[in-house]
């Protein structure tokens, strides 16, 4: 039985949900229930719950069947008639996943971490506490101050910005509008859309002109809530684990970068590498499970950022070979990938189109 102090939110909670089987597990968490800002557009994959082993009933706002992609003159969709996706309360879940902790003996703490010093323990301190252990997990998002302060890795990451507005689209499909970093993104809630935007540089002037554009050929109303944040870019050689002495850090989450490239998506992965938070060597234990998936994203990620890239031609060719998408998983790149081998092995001209989006 040791000591662990968990430092963090969802992943943190989630997390120690396991840790706390053999382990004495104290989460400090600065933000609960009202107070917690939201930088998240809350869409999650149902293969991804279903893996996590979370109900999602309790905070489930919208269900989505398919996804829409827009180039600037082209537009492609994927549509089945069953429910992908889920868009969530992510207030809740976080809340469910906090409690759910608590309630398997985590210590929760309801505080800031300000300061981190290494010695013969990790001395976490708060305002008011201090805590002393030789195990620590920083699970602290894409805040990087406590990182700076050990001289950890800091990931390099995007911006990103979020208007909670009324804006006209599908209830059941998200939209992707792709751009030459990342992408625009539309997401139906209840009566009200998401409409986001990631990148490098001032997102807000892209996200008004992207907004603008989109009041030309649609009805868009007042924004009701603004959300940002920044996406960490996953990297291969992202280190997660550190030695001091005896003391033992380990990072989860968005803290450790553990985000699909190709989407920012980091719930799934971040909750799926949290599990290995438990395991003697939790490096290779998470990077066993989750490592090429998200390292296939980051090459997919590559490929859509090339200059060269041509959006336009690229969906049209990926509506010619439509149905490889209907099978792939949004958190799983390895099956598309596969599909992708498959239908190559059908139709090897294919290689032409390919070449030809991309020079
Ligand atoms: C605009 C936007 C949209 C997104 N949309 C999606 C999406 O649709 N689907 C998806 O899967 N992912 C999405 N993401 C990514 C997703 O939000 C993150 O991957 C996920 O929240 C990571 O969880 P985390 O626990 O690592 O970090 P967080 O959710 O950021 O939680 C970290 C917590 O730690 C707390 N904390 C930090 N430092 C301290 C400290 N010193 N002391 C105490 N507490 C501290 C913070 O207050 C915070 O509550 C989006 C991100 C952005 C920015």
């Known amino acids: ?59 489930i706002l919208n269900k989505v069947r398919g996804a829409k992609f827009f180039s600037q003159n082209i537009s492609f ?33 309801n505080e800031r971490a300000i300061d981190i010093q290494v010695g013969e323990n990790f001395t976490v301190r708060t305002k008011k506490n201090e805590f002393k252990a030789k195990n620590l997990v920083m699970a602290t998002g894409a805040n990087y101050k406590l990182h700076r302060k050990l001289n950890l890795m800091v990931p390099k990451f995007l911006n990103a910005l979020q ?21 625009a993104w539309l997401i139906p809630v209840r009566g ?17 002109t992207f907004i603008k554009n989109l009041k030309q050929h649609r009805k868009v109303g007042e924004i009701l809530a603004r959300q940002a944040g920044l996406i960490p870019i996953y990297a291969p050689k992202f280190k997660t684990e550190y030695k001091f002495s005896d003391l033992n850090l380990r990072l989860a989450g968005d803290a450790a970068a553990q985000v699909k490239a190709t989407t920012g998506g980091g719930v799934v992965m971040g909750c799926l590498a949290a599990r290995h938070l438990a395991d003697k060597n939790y490096e290779n234990g998470w990077r066993k499970e989750i490592g090429n998936e ?66």
């Open 77 to 109: 969709e994927i549509r089945t008639n069953e429910t992908k996706a889920y868009v969530i309360n992510r207030k809740m879940f976080d809340n469910e996943l906090l409690n759910s902790a608590i309630d398997s003996g985590v210590k929760f703490i």
């Open 163 to 183: 208007y909670e507005i009324f804006a006209e689209c599908e209830s059941d499909m998200v939209e992707l509008h792709l751009t030459k970093d990342f992408f």
């Open 294 to 359: 998200l390292y296939l994203h980051l090459m997919l990620r590559k490929f859509l950022n090339r200059k060269s890239i041509r959006y336009d031609d690229m969906l049209l060719l990926a509506n010619k070979h439509k149905h490889i998408f209907y099978s792939a998983d949004m958190d799983i790149a390895s099956k598309l990938l596969k599909n992708l081998t498959a239908e190559f092995v059908r139709h090897p001209l294919m290689i032409i189109d390919i070449f030809k989006i991309l020079f």
């Open 192 to 208: 009200y859309t998401r409409v986001g935007i990631a990148g490098y540089g001032n997102v807000k002037e892209k996200l008004d």
């Open 1 to 59: 039985m040791h000591k662990i102090i968990v430092v963090g939110g969802v992943i943190g909670a989630y997390g120690a949900k396991f840790l706390v089987e053999n382990n004495e597990v104290t989460l400090i968490e600065e933000h609960k229930n009202e107070e917690q800002p939201v930088h998240c557009a809350g869409l999650i994959s149902k293969s991804g719950f279903e893996r996590l082993k979370i109900n999602p009933d309790k905070f």
